[in-house]
Every structure is written in structure tokens, then in C-alpha cells.
């Protein structure tokens, strides 16, 4: 990697014949050229959205684009190419992170979700590609986000997938169905079902179904309650992951000379000309060397939940009391910069299945002989279970308040109970405070209601339930205690803080447990192993689950706020950093409230109408 600017120019001369004439191809700095001098757009992270939005401005041939990256490439290994051979134990595309002691959670300290590597969480999530109901996009325009409701997003889902239906036989056989009109058919990033499931899948539908669960036509249209069958972001050409550097990079790299990335590579700061952003500065991971790379016409930051505001902070865009106990000068005070962290808090449900039919998931684990061949039937016919990623599925239920408990209304007037000064901490800014008191309001308003769903009860077929809380009232931070790029911040998911979370999750599991009591899953002779059979009462759940919950369902969000300024918000409606010029934010942060949905499509959807909103700020094409 580079030394520093003087390098990065011998570089380019020492490879003069590609400097000057430049190959017709998207470049990787340091392999294929070297660094300009500037480009019209720097955008520091090449995740899910930096990729997008770096895809979509290069389109015009003349827009020039760097991507600073903190990870490699992936090596296009089977680990994050095949879906069933995920294995995030062991993945070297995760960042090394701990959240500080939880104190909803016995004090306990959590791994913290972030990926490191260009495609970011898609290289390695999931691959649920799913959206929220209407409602929770709606809700973001009560805060400030005019244009970004249901009716505002849904072009830019369309635009973001290339979907294709399940096969007529399968989709007959497992129920599955959809609704043509709400899905993109010529989007980069492919959506697909696998072609293969387990046949206990179907007792979990009909177990909802014996509860008066509805299933949905389809839950991408912005109605995403009941018991569900969703997409993967699953390329049904070869049953691989469609990720972002498939989508938004190795597409279109043949044809895109104007489209730069550089990886292995940390920003240190966003370099600033009084107000206004100019550049970044930047370091690569192996040397201890800065250099610094202008923008022309905007700086993106698309770092992820996590370093998105500590760049900000470092760059001296935050809490003023922040960055003067730090000693960094502040370009602008910005309370919400780190505040609002939001995610899935949730408890993994497990039990015993007895009498599973075959095949079963439990049989990849427990049958070598059974694991084999269906391993070698992927890599021969693209079939079977290994189409499925490892640990997740296609199959949900979500489901609204008053669906879970009777007692609804109860547990509204317990939020509606708690003095927001007593659940968040006493430091925080009065702006950052009004904002959590008018999201309150607005989210004890969707309690009540029957089109938004507060909890996701996940199944694969296996001995795991997990059992995720989608619409939290506790708030978290991040917020840096080092001036030191490399120092992680310090990151409070504030899980449960509020105690009206841990009884929605509490209503959650029990209800949880009829489904399981009924009779299609009793077919399966379940027994509970975790929280446990013996836990019956609310107050011995409430000290159970604190124990075995954790905050996190890898959806880190909403720390850079797209709200207004008076409420705590870091972006306005154009997705412009309040109080400084010529930077822009694009990725998770943004959202103001986290979408009941696992996140990844929401995501590529926001960074589609963030391109568009800086194409029209600088008259591109």
C-alpha cells in the first residue's frame, strides 16, 4: 500500500502507460493507477450504499469517483459466495468490536456488528431481502424526512432488485406467493427464493395459521405483518450471494475507468475549508503515513452506523462538549451526531424437535454422510439445502402489539409512564431529548396499531427460535473517547433501558409459546431448553431475559439522524450534515427510527434515492 502522496505520484510514474492512458475499467488504486489529486465525489466506505451511490454516479462518464475503503476485496470464496457455507465465527470480513457494559443486560458486553470488507454487511449478512411495512417509512416523515415515506421508497426498492419467482411447483408446495407489481425486475442486486426447504417449515405456518395469523400475498408491497415467505438476495443463475461489489462493483467495473476503490484503507478525518468539506484524509492500514485526496463537488460519508459519526466527531462535527473534551476543534456543534443508536434487540429461543421429519436442518450438523452429498449436489446441480444460508431462511412471522397480547394497552401506559430523564442519560442534549420524546409519541401511536409490527419470530427449521423486539424505545450512543481513528469508539447499544421493551419481549415469547403448543408444531414433539419450561412468571422472566437477551439482530442503525436539526437530527431531507457545506450522509445512519425489516434492502433503497439527490444537486445526468 501507499506511503503517502510523494509515493502515490511515483507510483503513477512508475506506471506511467496506465496513468496516462487509462484502462477502460474501473481501477483499484495501487493495482490498476494511481491517486488523482481529486475527484468530484469522495465517498469514504465501500458497503452496501457507498457502492450504490458510487455505481450510480459514474454512470455519467465524466462524473469521477474515489471509494476509500477500510477492508479488501473478498476473495470470492465459497464462505461468502455459497449461502450455506456462511460461517461469521470465523469470517475475517467483521470488525472487532465491544459494546461497553449493557446496563438493561446484567452488565453484560456484546460483539458489535460491522463488516470489513467492500459489499460491507451484505458480503456477510443474512441475506433476508425483505422491507417494512408502509408505516414505518411513513413514520420517518413525521420527524423531518419529507420525500423519504412508503410511497417515496418504494421506486428505489423497485429500482434496487432484479426479482424472480419461485418455480410454480415449488412455489405450490410451500405456499409461497407474490405480487408482481411491487418488485423490480431490472436492479442490480438479485432476489430470488433458494430451491430448496425443509418440509417443517410448513408446520411453522400452519402453527400461525391455527393462531389467526394471516400470511400475506406479499410482504414487500407495505404490508409486512403475519406469518411470511421472503426473498434472499439470492442470484438464481448459480444460487450465489448477490452482495454489493456483485451489484454495484463487479458489474460494471469493464466500463467505468472513472470509478476508483481504495482498500485496506481507514479515513482519519474529513478534511474541512472553514465550513465547508473539501476532502478526506486518509491512511493506509499498513503504514502510519496520511495522505489527503480532494473532492470537487461533495464528500460522502457511507462508513456504516458505527464510523460514520466517529468520523464526524473526529472531524469535528459533533457534541461541542465532546469534541472539546477531546481538544478538537469544532467545525460544527452537532448534539444527534452518535446519538439515536438503535437496533434488534433479541432472544434465541431454543428447543429440541424429536420428531422432526427428514430431511431435517438438524441432519447438515449431525450427518456427515448427509452434509456431504448434498454439499456435492450444490456444487453439481446448484440444489438443495446448501442454496439456504447458514443459520437463517425465508421464513417470519411479524406481528403487531395488539396481535401479541390482549394487554396491549397496559403496556402503552407503562411507556407512556416512564420521564424520558429518567430512561436516557442525564447528560443528554436537551435537542437529542425532544427528539426521543416526539418518536415516543409516534411509535406508542404504531403500538396501538394493527399495520405495524413491534416483534419478528425467525425459523428455519432448526432447534433455534429467535424471537427479535423491531420497535425499541431504549436509545444507544457512540460516541469516540480517543482522537485516534484506530481507537473503537465507545458504543452503547442502551438495550432495554426502557423497561416497556422487556415487556413486549416478555408478551413476545408468550406468545411465541402457543405456537409452539399448537398443534402443528407439536407434530414435532418440541421441548424448550432456553429461556426454559420452568420460567412461567413475569418476574421470573424479567430476570431471566435480561440475562440471555442480546442487543443486537445485526441491524446497527440511526446515528446520524435524518431529522430536523431542533430534534436532534445530523441530516435534512437532501441528506446534507446540518451546520457544514459539501458533505452528505447515505448509509443506515440515517434512518431516524429502525424499520421493523432486516435492513439490507432498505438500505440499498436509501442509497438509490440518495444518488438521485446528489445528481440533482449537481445537475448530473
Not at 515 to 531: H, N, Y
Not at 553 to 565: F, Q, V
Request: hydrophobic share 40%; net charge negative.
Amino acid at each position: 500500500m501507499f506511503t503517502g502522496i510523494a509515493l502515490l505520484l511515483l507510483s503513477v510514474g512508475a506506471i506511467g502507460v496506465i496513468a496516462l492512458v487509462p484502462p477502460p475499467h474501473a481501477r483499484i488504486v495501487g493495482r490498476d493507477a494511481g491517486l488523482d489529486v481529486s475527484y468530484d465525489f469522495v465517498i469514504v466506505g465501500g458497503g452496501t450504499s457507498g457502492l450504490t451511490v458510487a455505481d450510480r454516479l459514474t454512470e455519467n462518464p465524466d462524473t469521477s469517483v474515489l471509494v476509500i475503503e477500510y477492508g479488501p476485496l473478498d476473495k470470492h470464496e465459497p464462505s461468502v459466495l455459497v449461502p450455506g457455507l456462511l460461517n461469521l465465527s470465523a469470517s475475517p470480513y467483521l470488525f472487532n468490536l465491544k459494546s461497553v457494559p449493557q446496563r438493561g443486560l446484567a452488565g453484560g458486553t456484546f460483539a458489535v456488528p460491522a463488516a470489513a470488507v467492500v459489499g460491507g454487511g451484505t458480503a456477510v449478512n443474512g441475506m433476508f431481502f425483505d422491507r417494512a411495512s408502509a408505516a414505518d417509512y411513513d413514520a420517518w416523515t413525521e420527524l423531518g424526512g419529507l420525500g423519504w415515506g412508503w410511497a417515496d421508497l418504494l421506486p428505489y426498492f423497485k429500482k434496487s432488485e432484479n426479482f424472480t419467482p419461485a418455480a410454480q411447483s415449488f412455489a405450490e408446495a410451500f405456499d409461497i406467493s407474490w405480487d408482481d407489481s411491487v418488485h423490480g425486475y431490472g436492479g442490480p442486486v438479485q432476489s430470488s427464493y433458494p430451491v430448496f426447504q425443509f418440509p417443517s417449515i410448513k408446520n411453522f405456518f400452519r402453527a400461525w395459521d391455527s393462531l389467526g395469523v394471516p400470511t400475506p400475498k406479499d410482504p414487500g408491497g407495505g404490508g409486512a405483518g403475519g406469518a411470511f415467505w421472503a426473498p434472499s438476495s439470492l442470484d438464481p443463475t448459480d444460487e450465489t450471494r448477490s452482495y454489493a461489489r456483485t451489484a454495484h462493483y463487479d458489474r460494471v467495473i469493464a466500463s467505468r475507468p472513472n470509478y476508483h476503490l481504495l482498500t485496506n484503507t481507514v479515513v482519519r478525518r474529513i478534511i474541512f475549508n472553514g465550513s465547508r468539506a473539501v476532502g478526506a484524509e486518509f491512511v493506509p492500514r499498513e503504514t502510519n503515513q496520511s495522505s489527503r485526496v480532494l473532492a470537487r463537488n461533495e464528500v460522502i460519508l457511507a462508513a456504516g452506523s458505527v464510523h460514520s459519526p466517529q468520523i464526524l466527531q473526529l472531524s469535528g462535527v459533533g457534541p461541542a462538549g465532546l469534541l472539546k473534551s477531546l481538544g478538537i476543534q469544532a467545525v460544527a456543534d452537532l448534539p444527534g451526531v452518535g446519538q439515536n443508536f438503535q437496533d434488534h434487540p433479541t432472544l434465541y429461543s431454543a428447543f429440541s424437535f424429536e420428531t422432526q421429519p427428514t430431511p431435517n436442518l438438524e441432519m447438515l450438523a449431525a450427518n456427515l454422510t448427509y452434509a456431504a452429498e448434498q454439499l456435492a449436489l450444490y456444487w453439481s446441480d446448484r440444489q438443495g439445502p446448501y442454496t439456504i444460508v447458514n443459520q437463517g431462511g425465508n421464513t417470519v412471522a411479524f406481528l403487531p402489539l395488539p396481535n401479541i397480547t390482549s394487554n396491549y394497552q397496559s403496556i402503552i401506559n407503562l411507556a407512556k409512564s416512564q420521564p424520558p430523564t429518567t430512561i436516557y442519560p442525564s447528560s443528554i442534549e436537551p435537542s437529542v431529548l425532544a427528539g426521543y420524546v416526539l418518536q415516543r409519541s409516534i411509535i406508542l401511536r404504531l403500538y396501538a396499531s394493527t399495520t405495524a409490527s413491534v416483534q419478528e419470530t425467525g425459523w428455519n427449521g432448526g432447534s433455534v427460535i429467535p424471537i427479535t423486539l423491531v420497535k425499541p424505545l431504549s436509545r444507544g450512543s457512540i460516541n469516540i473517547n480517543s482522537t485516534d481513528i484506530l481507537q473503537p469508539p465507545l458504543i452503547d447499544f442502551g438495550a432495554l433501558e426502557d423497561p416497556t421493551d422487556l415487556e413486549i419481549l416478555i408478551a413476545a415469547l408468550r406468545v411465541n409459546r402457543a405456537m409452539v403448543a399448537s398443534p402443528p408444531m407439536q407434530e414435532l414433539t418440541p421441548l424448550e431448553l432456553a429461556p426454559g419450561v420452568n420460567l412461567t412468571s413475569d418476574e421470573q422472566l424479567r430476570a431471566a431475559l435480561r440475562q440471555q437477551i442480546v442487543p443486537t439482530y445485526s441491524h446497527p442503525c440511526c446515528t446520524c439522524a435524518l431529522m430536523r436539526r431542533e430534534f436532534g437530527g445530523v441530516v435534512d431531507a437532501d441528506l446534507q450534515v446540518y451546520g457544514v457545506e459539501g458533505l452528505s450522509i447515505v448509509d443506515a445512519s440515517i434512518m431516524p427510527l429502525i424499520p421493523a425489516t432486516h435492513t439490507s434492502a432498505t438500505v440499498y433503497a436509501v442509497a438509490e434515492k440518495a444518488a438521485d439527490i446528489i445528481k440533482a444537486r449537481h445537475s448530473l445526468p
